[in-house]
């Protein structure tokens, strides 16, 4: 294939992926008197918008730093670690991943009622602070890198914890920006979980917020749901052009083997 062919075949892609955001941001800027901000300035007064960020925040973060921990944990004993049963263990964490987290949402939503979870930071946090993925990504990461380092910090004296979580630890950083962007991408766009594990306006996020305040009485306003869309997203594509170079190489190395 010669370059000319290929550069028209990704302009072509570029175009049909990017024409949703262009689209969306016309629809934001969009109003009677022409193009103005007058969309955003209404979305943001309008119902407690900077609560609904707040919550959103909150949870993302919770999430965020529970994965890290947790997901560094577990791939780290996968790829380590001789564990009884581990290959098992591994082939049920990999099939996790194909499995939709809607078959769930009902039993979670049951297991949190009993524990009189619901309308709370701990019932959008707790179901969602390891994830399967992250763990297979990390232990696939880990595989590649000799542990010459870690049994040098064990000759030393460092105990399994010091080892994990400062020699192996900073060897993960590519893989672990994956892991953030996945998680605050996943966890902040979710809808479902925070619509059915809610109640309350002070405990919705931002995905939930925007799509009741959107809603008409009998038609969705798009000029407001699309400027919450591009708020909303602004954290997410600024994230995104900070981690972008350990994010590739997270997915090159670590999927390797």
Known sequence: MNKTLQMVLLVVVFAVMAYPLVWM???SLRSGAGVSLRYYQE???AGPFDRYLLNSIVVVTLVLVGNIVFCTMAGYAFARYKIPGGRILFILVISMIMLPKQVILVPLYILMQKLNLIDTYAALTLPFAADPFNI????????TIPPDCEEAARLEGAGEMTVVFRVAFPMLRPALAVVAIHTCLINWNSFLFPFILTNTTEMRTLPVGLALLSQGAHSVDWGHLMAGAVIASIPVVVAFLIFQRQIISGLTSGMSR
Not at 136 to 143: A, D, E, H, P
């Open 25 to 27: 941001l016309s629809i």
């Open 136 to 143: 297979f990504l990390i232990r696939q990461f880990l595989v």
């Open 43 to 45: 979305v943001w007064q």
